[in-house]
């Protein structure tokens, strides 16, 4: 070949391999782009509050929920607590003895898989109205696995309860049967509605939590963007809430648990929610403020107006519990003094 042409030969092998250089490198660097978390807001319900992103304030497993899909995952029902972020010393005891280092990480992540599976297996039996036993528990857990049953789940139910508002306790303890049950005494044990189902008391403590840390009454405009960040959208169905809208602005206002009333003088008109007197019996500030404080896995009086303005309540019930009791008392022994006679 003249040397003119091998001249030109080799310019164009060196361009080429220069353009094939250049899409490999694009090719490496794209993936590490995409793996940066996008940044998000800090949604804040009061100035004093702590800085929460959406997904700190509303756990991992809250944010998955937008999803078609019944089915249950542990990333679907994962709480705001890292397991990464735990003590290793606290979970040594949940290895078995003698592991190395190099393994240590690897026994974790199994526990955290079969804390995963029991979540699902409890709500799967929640949602079906069938017993929890024990014995079961055990079966999904796994005979090796027997000696860490108690933290596995302690760990489950703690990781529900800050999702769903519903706390596991034995009902029978000669057959050693659990269920989970509501923190305030919604219809169908947090259902609402007769049927099977998930229960709903994490969205109404959820709203409950919102209406408090906005001075005792929320703008409802305030309660969607809140619930947004949550994936729960008004208009659009929930696998587990159904049409919130209707959930929030006509059952739980018809059990008395909020009340939904028009803004005086507003044009066009606009609403707000404020606490309904069922919620006000059977529930408590400081109840809904550690409920938060779970679910940012943190502690109450972090949150201090609020926390300050909950203990004058709980004083205030203190002190109305004797009166009412008194008057209990004062009724029925005044009803027997007449039958007497």
């Known amino acids: 070949m003249p040397r003119g042409q091998k001249s030109k030969h080799r310019t164009r092998e060196k361009r080429h391999q220069s353009r094939s250089?250049?899409?490999?490198?694009?090719?490496?660097?794209?993936?590490?782009a995409m793996e940066e978390p996008p940044t998000s807001s800090s949604p804040v319900l009061e100035g004093n509050t702590p800085n929460l992103t959406a997904t700190e304030s509303t756990s991992?497993?809250?944010?998955?929920?937008?999803?078609p899909s019944t089915t249950i995952t542990s990333s679907d029902i994962s709480g705001t607590r890292s397991d990464e972020g735990e003590d290793s010393q606290g979970e040594e005891h949940l290895c078995f003895?003698?592991?190395?280092?190099?393994?240590?990480?690897?026994?974790?992540?199994?526990l955290t898989m079969k804390v995963g599976l029991l979540e699902q297996f409890l709500l799967y039996k929640y949602k079906m109205k069938q017993?929890?036993?024990?014995?079961?528990?055990?079966?999904?857990?796994?005979?090796?696995?027997?000696?860490?049953?108690?933290?596995i789940l302690k760990r489950a139910s703690e990781r529900i309860e800050v999702v769903f508002a519903v706390e596991l306790k034995e009902v029978d303890s000669n057959r050693h049967s659990y269920d989970l049950v509501s923190k305030v005494k919604l219809p169908n044990n947090g259902r609402v509605r007769a049927g099977r189902g998930l229960p709903k008391t994490g969205l109404l403590m959820t709203v409950l939590g919102v209406i408090f840390m906005k001075g005792n009454c929320a703008a409802e405009e305030d309660i969607w963007d809140f619930l947004g960040m949550m994936r729960v959208f008004a208009g659009r169905k929930h696998f587990i809430y159904g049409e919130p809208r209707k959930l929030i602005t006509k059952d739980l206002v018809r059990l008395r648990y909020l009340e939904y009333?028009?803004?005086l003088n507003s044009e066009p008109p606009r609403y707000e929610f404020l606490w309904g007197p069922k919620a006000q019996?059977?529930?408590?500030?400081?109840?809904?403020l550690e409920f938060l404080a779970k679910v940012h896995d943190t502690v109450p009086n972090v949150f201090s107006s609020r926390y300050e303005?909950?203990?004058r309540d709980e004083e205030a019930r203190a002190r109305a519990r004797p009166a009412t009791i008194a008057s209990v008392h004062y009724k029925g022994t005044s009803s027997s003094f007449s039958h007497s006679y």
């Open 21 to 32: 250089d250049s899409q490999n490198h694009k090719g490496v660097q794209a993936p590490v």
């Open 60 to 67: 991992t497993s809250q944010e998955s929920w937008g999803g």
């Open 97 to 110: 003895p003698k592991v190395s280092p190099s393994t240590k990480s690897s026994c974790i992540d199994i």
């Open 131 to 151: 017993p929890i036993l024990k014995e079961d528990m055990m079966k999904i857990i796994g005979q090796n696995y027997k000696n860490q049953y108690p933290e």
């Open 261 to 263: 009333r028009q803004v």
């Open 281 to 288: 019996a059977e529930t408590s500030k400081m109840k809904v």
């Open 309 to 311: 303005e909950a203990l």
